[in-house]
């Protein structure tokens, strides 16, 4: 226990980072659907490929996936 003990203390910085936010922003932060949608992908992707050579092919993959999410972010969002 007093290893998590510490490790949350260390962490209560980070974890209420979002409270320094504007409240219009406060809505997004709540949700993890913006990070459920990119790993859900990043999943359904990797089993279609079945069998990497090496960890470079992996993180090829999810590396163009987080791109084509930017992709999609950056056009909604202007």
């Not at 949350?8 to 997004?28: K, N, P, Q």
């Not at 079945?50 to 470079?56: L, Q």
Request: aromatic share 6%; net charge neutral.
């Amino acid at each position: 226990m007093p290893k998590l003990v510490r490790l949350m203390g260390d962490a209560e910085h980070d974890v209420l980072e979002f409270t320094s936010f504007s409240c219009a922003h406060w809505t997004r932060v709540n949700s993890t659907n913006p990070l459920e949608r990119p790993n859900a992908v990043i999943k359904r992707r990797t089993n279609v490929a079945g069998i990497f050579p090496n960890d470079a092919s992996i993180t090829h993959l999810a590396g163009a996936m987080m791109l084509e999410q930017n992709d999609e972010w950056s056009l909604n969002r202007r």
